[in-house]
C-alpha cells in the first residue's frame, strides 16, 4: 500500500492522464498471436546506455494502466517475451516489438523499456 496521494492517483488521475494523452497499442503475452489493445502513453526517441563505454541507443519508454484489462498488470509482465504493437513515429504504421524491461509500477501506472 502506498501513500494517500499514490493511493487517489493511481485510482482517478492515472486512468484520466493515459485517456487524455495516451495512444492506443496492442499488449502481446508471451508472444501469444491474440492482442489486448489499450491505451499507452508513448514516449520515443529516448537515449538509454547500451555499453559500459558510453554508446546509447534510442528506445521508447511506454505508460500503461497497471491493471489486467485495461493496461497491463505489473504481475504479468514477461520481459524479453511479451512485446507491444506500436507506432515507432508518430502517425506511422504500428510495429511489432520485444518489451525490453519493465522500468516500475507506481501510482496505478507500469513503465517499461522498448527498443
Not at 38 to 45: L, M, P, S, Y
Not at 46 to 55: A, K, L, M
Not at 71 to 89: A, C, F, Q, W
Amino acid at each position: 500500500m502506498g501513500t494517500r496521494h499514490a493511493v487517489r492517483f493511481s485510482r482517478t488521475s492515472a486512468p484520466l492522464l493515459v485517456r487524455e494523452h495516451g495512444e492506443p497499442i496492442a499488449y502481446f503475452s508471451s508472444g501469444s498471436l491474440a492482442a489486448r489493445c489499450i491505451d499507452a502513453i508513448v514516449e520515443r526517441d529516448v537515449e538509454v546506455p547500451i555499453g559500459s563505454d558510453g554508446q546509447t541507443a534510442l528506445a521508447m519508454i511506454v505508460r500503461v494502466l497497471n491493471d489486467c484489462i485495461l493496461g497491463i498488470s505489473s504481475t504479468e509482465i514477461n520481459d524479453g517475451r511479451d512485446e507491444v504493437s506500436l507506432p515507432l513515429k508518430v502517425g506511422g504504421p504500428a510495429v511489432r516489438r520485444v518489451i525490453s524491461r519493465r522500468i516500475d509500477d507506481a501510482n496505478g501506472m507500469v513503465r517499461f523499456l522498448v527498443r
